[in-house]
């Protein structure tokens, strides 16, 4: 069975730059997050969906981040524009169901860096 | 509100030995989920093991063991025989029953050495 893919692996960029992140979830995956992880802390959601609609999005900056899983399957996360705090890895995650003992899947994360 | 805290930013463990992993929760539900993630340094988060808050027994896979104190609201990761390969981050995460989310721990940096 393949596993989350994510691309691009590492990205730098300069501040006030867009960028996005692409995730595909493992197949059958109905739930599919994103987290920011920075270094040195554990990851925290940012979006949460549930086939294409959006459960969680309490902590996405919305002022300038964005993210859509129009057919239910890969999704992509956008910066726009970047800010210096924003340098982060990207990670993606998927599961089968929602709540209880469903573990999440994780991708291998973007590490992106803005200068 | 979850909160996971892990007090351990590093430990360093001889080859062979057992490790214990120190994480403590707060919560006001009253059903949730422990999760434990390894993180090597290639970045990828690598599910260990679960614990659900109504098990009676210790979770255990592999070399991996939960040591669930409900009481004490401690939920600390045992490996024993730990192996050059356990180098890593290794992170403690819950989730409530209803709820999507996981909330995770700052994490301990775990290094075995030969």
């Known amino acids: 069975e393949a596993g989350v893919a994510q691309s691009p692996r590492y990205k730098i960029i300069e501040k006030r730059q867009s960028v996005a992140f692409w995730c595909n979830p493992i197949?059958?995956?109905?739930?599919l997050y994103w987290y920011q992880q920075i270094l040195g802390q554990g990851p925290k959601l940012l979006i949460q969906?549930?086939?294409?609609?959006?459960?969680?999005d309490s902590q996405l900056p919305k002022d300038r981040f964005s993210a859509e899983r129009l057919k239910g399957v890969d999704s992509t996360l956008k910066i726009q524009p970047a800010k210096l705090e924003d340098s982060a890895v990207y990670l993606c995650a998927s599961s089968l169901g929602t709540g209880g003992s469903y573990e999440q899947y994780f991708g291998p994360g973007t590490r992106l860096t803005v200068t | 509100a979850q909160k996971i805290t892990q007090t351990q930013p590093g430990m360093f463990v001889q080859e062979k030995e057992a490790v214990t992993l120190d994480c403590t929760y707060d919560t006001s539900d009253q059903s949730y989920g422990l999760f434990w993630y390894k993180q090597p340094s290639s970045g990828e988060m690598i599910f260990l093991i679960y614990q659900g808050s109504y098990d009676e027994q210790n979770a255990t896979e592999g070399r991996y063991s939960l040591n669930f104190q409900k009481a004490r609201k401690s939920a600390n990761l045992v490996i024993s025989a730990s192996q050059l390969g356990d180098s890593a981050m290794y992170f403690c995460?819950?989730?409530?029953?209803?709820?999507?989310?996981?909330?995770f721990g700052q994490g301990t940096r775990l290094t075995i050495n030969p």
């Open positions: 995460a819950m989730r409530g029953w209803g709820a999507q989310k996981l909330v």
């Open positions: 197949s059958g995956h109905a739930t």
């Open positions: 969906f549930q086939n294409n609609g959006v459960v969680d």
